[in-house]
């Protein structure tokens, strides 16, 4: 842990549009994973459009390695089935938070950063980077990979740790 700049929560808002693995619907759960970390939400059952409003927080070392989200199906008696992957940077989020702003002097809801949807990221949409009620702030619209629909809606939030390096 010497190495650790910080935390990043994320907090896993929904699926949208998500595919069916069951008979006629999906038991879905999202994991968030960086590096040897790992963790997942709750499964929602028989849900292709899941709440899970979850926060999962992730200590950061290395801000080059991407975070991989991946959706699953939940089965009791067999292996839990894909329902798609994505990937985000944390680059952008990173990039904000070495601005140092003064909390005082920024107004909230302004935009420090954009992300544009492109063929190497994994947006639906384009991500702002936000200074929101005095803190960074990065709402994300992620398109699954392998597989014929979905998405997974994401805000990112980072904490400083006392003691760790700065970012």
Not at 75 to 88: I, L, N, P, Q, V
Request: proline content about 5%; glycine content about 6%.
């Amino acid at each position: 842990m010497d190495n650790l700049l910080g935390l990043l929560r994320v907090k896993v808002k929904r699926g949208i549009n998500l595919v069916i693995r069951d008979f006629r619907s999906s038991d879905p759960y999202c994991v968030i994973k960086i590096g040897e970390q790992r963790l997942k939400t709750n499964i929602v059952y028989g849900d292709l459009n899941p709440v899970w409003d979850q926060e999962l927080t992730l200590s950061i070392e290395d801000p080059d390695l991407p975070v991989d989200v991946l959706v699953f199906d939940h089965d009791t008696f067999t292996r839990d089935d894909e329902m798609g992957d994505a990937e985000f940077d944390i680059h952008p989020f990173m990039e904000a938070l070495k601005m140092h702003l003064d909390p005082d002097t920024v107004p909230n809801g302004t935009i420090l950063k954009r992300v544009e949807p492109s063929r190497s990221n994994c947006l639906s949409e384009e991500s702002c980077v936000t200074w929101k009620d005095g803190q960074i702030v990065q709402n994300m619209l992620l398109r699954l990979r392998n597989v014929e629909s979905g998405e997974v809606e994401l805000e990112l939030h980072w904490i400083d740790i006392a003691g760790a390096q700065h970012v």
